[in-house]
């Protein structure tokens, strides 16, 4: 089971923003040279602080952007040469769950229509074949056959996403970009969905890239966890390793802010100061040194590059000086 | 601590709104107190009533369709409840100041951090508009802001979301109130901004020794900064005790279940978490006896015919018939 289903390399995605009436308009790396890979029925977490270019990430392999640069290869495809009736092809093995339940349904198609239309614009299987299919995934979600002909209005935010998920499912993809599933939901929803869609991963092997600004959300889910800050995987490591050891100064403080609820347990915390920088003018070097509490001078200088740091020939990529 | 007056008691407040389907109570006989200088926290999920709560203590819930029918608010020996619009005022910003979740919305788009800010301490205060500057300017330096000079004349969109959530902290604390209420201050804030206003607000809390009820859902914020819970689900108490006993102990089957399905960074990875079963039931069609008894696991069949009552010590009260397991 280590066959490489998505491969990510150097993968950029450039907006110009405020276009100056004299000058050049300013540029933001949203995604500023990002390289992964994701194994078949494995699932890569990635987590950040807002405006880090973590959903630009996940629309770029989808190309729901067209990234600036670099390529995103599916099963050795790369996806982002691929025009018409082959690109049309490919989006039914990636598809993606969106995290507000409420906006990413329509509101005038009832739950029926929404799952039918992957699979008419896809022209799969017969009439009888493809009520087969959405009866199928409605069991899997746990909905009831009955709640077909209603409208998402009249669900609750757990049980649309759970149609946003069986949506999702109905094309049978092998690869799902979960982007911030569960961040809308109350906490014991929260609990139940992700728990669906740990099961997904382990009955229908599907692959996740798992989107997520929670680091104990990722933990149930992932298999490898990268983490993003400016538009760039400052560390990934698999999961275990990660929540162990944090080596970058950013995880480690991403981890350590993340409030305890135990009234009684003692509080190490590593507080970082200030905001993230303006994308548009990133600070030079090392991104995060404006924030970090162990910048040195050559952070200012040198952008340090991801190298790896795991032991016994595990992989652990730290992008930062002090591991150098 | 029983004998100190409270500063604010809430007695069996009931709030109803009138719904195309019928009325919603969407609170029913509440009962909390809160001391001087303590902090409160009412958690619970989504139309739980905990929001619903804090905007009838601030004079704030929508009249048409809301309205509070039955109970009292006395805040400093004074009942709010059917004070009118011009005393209310008075109270609001005053002597009880309320920070939203989402800063953008809070804030004016089209004026100036320091018209905002100024306005609300000349309401309440008899001083210059230079003098309400100054304040402000001082206010905006003790909630973190660096440079508050230039600060002060940008507008809320030139600041980022943390940034904004201070400025509605400045304001809400510029005249000094006895109450906070903090409606979700920090869910819209990343972790790392969440911790930095959270210092924040517990810092200011006991520098000015103001008594704040937070209302949240995130129980590892309320674990790090409160001394009181009190557990909502469907417009009931349904425990209230000190912080240490209800994450050490809770007696509720619905605390309980909420405290395990956190998602927290534990030790070991789990393969699955543990779940309350089932959804929040309809606030339109509510069961018979106790609200919680079809997700509950420990369910007999009283609780389906008789609401439990909040009951226990002073100090932590839970409404169940069989708490910690065992049957009453």
Same mark, same amino acid.
């Given at each position: 089971?280590?066959?490489?289903?998505?491969?990510?390399?150097?993968?950029?995605?450039?907006?110009?923003?405020?276009?100056?009436?004299?000058?050049?308009?300013?540029?933001?790396?949203?995604? &500023?040279?990002?390289?992964?890979?994701?194994?078949?029925?494995?699932?890569?977490?990635?987590?950040?602080?807002?405006?880090?270019?973590?959903?630009?990430?996940?629309?770029?392999?989808?190309?729901?952007?067209?990234?600036?640069?670099?390529?995103?290869?599916?099963?050795?495809?790369?996806?982002?040469?691929?025009?018409?009736? &082959?690109?049309?092809?490919?989006?039914?093995?990636?598809?993606?769950?969106?995290?507000?339940?409420? +906006?990413?349904?329509?509101?005038?198609?009832?739950?029926?229509?929404?799952?039918?239309?992957?699979?008419?614009?896809?022209?799969?299987?017969?009439? &009888?074949?493809?009520?087969?299919?959405?009866?199928?995934?409605?069991?899997?979600?746990?909905?009831?056959?009955?709640?077909?002909?209603?409208?998402?209005?009249?669900?609750?935010?757990?049980?649309?996403?759970?149609?946003?998920?069986?949506? +999702?499912?109905?094309?049978?993809?092998? !690869?799902?970009?979960?982007?911030?599933?569960?961040? +809308?939901? &109350?906490?014991?929803?929260?609990?139940?969905?992700?728990?669906?869609?740990?099961?997904?991963?382990?009955?229908?092997?599907?692959?996740?890239?798992?989107?997520?600004?929670?680091?104990?959300?990722?933990?149930?889910?992932?298999?490898?966890?990268?983490?993003?800050?400016?538009?760039?995987?400052?560390?990934?490591?698999?999961?275990?390793?990660?929540?162990?050891?944090?080596?970058?100064?950013?995880?480690?403080?991403?981890?350590?802010?993340?409030?305890?609820?135990?009234?009684?347990?003692?509080?190490?915390?590593?507080?970082?100061?200030?905001?993230?920088?303006?994308?548009?003018?990133?600070?030079?070097?090392?991104? !995060?040194?404006?924030?970090?509490?162990?910048?040195?001078?050559?952070?200012?200088?040198?952008?340090?590059?991801?190298?790896?740091?795991?032991?016994?020939?595990?992989?652990?990529?730290?992008?930062?000086?002090?591991?150098? | 601590?029983?004998?100190?007056? %409270?500063?604010?008691?809430?007695?069996?407040? /009931?709030?109803?709104?009138?719904?195309?389907?019928?009325?919603?109570?969407?609170?029913?006989?509440?009962?909390?107190?809160?001391?001087?200088?303590?902090?409160?926290?009412?958690? $619970?999920?989504?139309?739980?009533?905990?929001?619903?709560?804090? *905007?009838?203590?601030?004079?704030?819930?929508?009249?048409?369709?809301?309205?509070?029918?039955?109970?009292?608010?006395?805040?400093?020996?004074?009942?709010?409840?059917? *004070?009118?619009?011009?005393?209310?005022?008075?109270?609001? $910003?005053?002597?009880?100041?309320? =920070?939203?979740?989402? %800063?953008?919305?809070?804030?004016?788009?089209?004026?100036?951090?320091?018209?905002?800010?100024?306005?609300?301490?000349?309401?309440?205060?008899?001083?210059?508009?230079?003098?309400?500057?100054?304040?402000?300017?001082?206010?905006?330096?003790?909630?973190?802001?660096?440079?508050?000079?230039?600060?002060?004349?940008?507008?809320? #969109?030139?600041?980022?979301?943390?940034?904004?959530?201070?400025?509605?902290?400045?304001?809400?604390?510029?005249?000094?109130?006895?109450?906070?209420?903090?409606?979700?201050?920090?869910?819209?804030?990343?972790?790392?901004?969440?911790?930095?206003?959270?210092?924040?607000?517990?810092?200011?809390?006991?520098?000015?020794?103001?008594?704040?009820?937070?209302? /949240? #859902?995130?129980?590892?914020?309320?674990?790090?900064?409160?001394?009181?819970?009190?557990?909502?689900?469907?417009?009931? =108490?349904?425990?209230?005790?000190?912080?240490?006993? =209800?994450?050490?102990?809770?007696?509720?089957?619905?605390?309980?279940?909420?405290?395990?399905?956190?998602?927290?960074?534990?030790?070991?990875?789990? %393969?699955?978490?543990?779940?309350?079963?089932?959804?929040?039931?309809?606030?339109?069609?509510?069961?018979? $006896?106790?609200?919680?008894?079809?997700?509950?696991?420990?369910?007999?069949?009283?609780?389906?015919?008789?609401?439990?009552? *909040?009951?226990?010590?002073? =100090?932590?009260?839970?409404?169940?018939?069989?708490?910690?397991?065992?049957?009453?």
């Amino acid at each position: 089971m280590s066959e490489v289903l998505l491969e990510v390399n150097g993968l950029k995605k450039h907006f110009s923003a405020g276009s100056r009436f004299f000058g050049t308009p300013a540029t933001c790396k949203a995604v &500023d040279d990002v390289s992964f890979t994701i194994e078949r029925g494995k699932t890569l977490g990635l987590v950040g602080e807002s405006g880090c270019g973590k959903s630009t990430l996940g629309r770029c392999v989808l190309r729901l952007h067209e990234p600036t640069s670099g390529e995103v290869k599916l099963e050795g495809v790369n996806i982002s040469q691929l025009r018409g009736r &082959d690109l049309k092809a490919m989006r039914r093995d990636i598809q993606i769950i969106f995290q507000d339940p409420y +906006a990413s349904l329509n509101p005038r198609m009832t739950i029926h229509e929404i799952l039918r239309e992957p699979l008419d614009t896809h022209k799969i299987g017969t009439e &009888d074949e493809r009520e087969a299919k959405i009866a199928e995934v409605m069991a899997i979600v746990g909905l009831r056959p009955q709640v077909l002909n209603r409208y998402p209005h009249e669900f609750s935010g757990g049980q649309r996403q759970r149609i946003g998920i069986a949506r +999702a499912l109905v094309l049978e993809p092998k !690869f799902i970009v979960a982007d911030e599933p569960v961040s +809308a939901l &109350d906490v014991s929803v929260q609990a139940q969905v992700l728990n669906l869609i740990a099961d997904l991963q382990e009955k229908k092997g599907i692959s996740f890239l798992f989107i997520a600004h929670d680091l104990g959300v990722v933990q149930h889910i992932c298999d490898e966890v990268g983490v993003m800050y400016l538009g760039r995987i400052v560390e990934k490591a698999p999961a275990e390793v990660l929540y162990r050891n944090p080596k970058h100064p950013y995880t480690q403080a991403l981890l350590s802010a993340i409030p305890i609820p135990d009234p009684t347990a003692s509080k190490e915390s590593m507080k970082l100061q200030g905001d993230v920088p303006s994308p548009l003018a990133p600070p030079s070097g090392c991104t !995060f040194r404006t924030r970090c509490p162990h910048a040195m001078s050559r952070c200012k200088e040198e952008r340090p590059v991801a190298h790896n740091t795991g032991e016994q020939g595990g992989e652990h990529l730290v992008a930062c000086h002090l591991f150098d | 601590m029983s004998e100190q007056t %409270p500063l604010l008691s809430v007695e069996n407040l /009931t709030v109803e709104f009138k719904t195309d389907k019928g009325t919603v109570r969407a609170i029913n006989g509440v009962n909390f107190k809160v001391m001087p200088g303590e902090t409160v926290a009412i958690v $619970g999920e989504s139309g739980c009533g905990k929001s619903v709560s804090s *905007l009838s203590i601030m004079g704030l819930v929508p009249s048409p369709p809301g309205k509070i029918v039955d109970g009292s608010i006395i805040f400093k020996g004074r009942e709010l409840v059917g *004070l009118n619009e011009k005393e209310y005022r008075k109270v609001r $910003g005053n002597e009880i100041s309320m =920070i939203f979740q989402e %800063p953008m919305t809070a804030l004016n788009p089209v004026l100036r951090i320091s018209t905002q800010m100024v306005d609300v301490i000349r309401l309440h205060n008899d001083v210059s508009k230079k003098q309400a500057r100054a304040r402000a300017i001082e206010m905006l330096d003790t909630v973190g802001i660096p440079s508050p000079k230039q600060r002060i004349d940008q507008y809320p #969109h030139e600041l980022s979301g943390g940034m904004r959530q201070r400025v509605m902290i400045a304001m809400a604390l510029s005249c000094g109130p006895d109450l906070l209420l903090a409606d979700e201050p920090t869910t819209a804030l990343d972790v790392t901004i969440q911790a930095q206003v959270m210092d924040e607000m517990v810092r200011l809390q006991k520098e000015l020794n103001m008594a704040v009820i937070l209302v /949240t #859902h995130d129980l590892g914020v309320v674990a790090e900064s409160c001394q009181r819970v009190v557990v909502m689900y469907c417009g009931q =108490i349904i425990e209230e005790g000190p912080v240490e006993a =209800i994450f050490a102990n809770p007696k509720h089957p619905y605390t309980k279940g909420l405290l395990e399905s956190i998602p927290v960074v534990r030790d070991k990875k789990v %393969p699955r978490l543990p779940t309350i079963k089932g959804v929040v039931p309809d606030l339109l069609h509510l069961p018979n $006896g106790c609200r919680f008894a079809d997700r509950c696991d420990k369910v007999h069949s009283r609780c389906h015919e008789v609401v439990p009552e *909040l009951s226990g010590c002073e =100090i932590h009260r839970v409404a169940c018939f069989s708490p910690n397991g065992d049957v009453q």
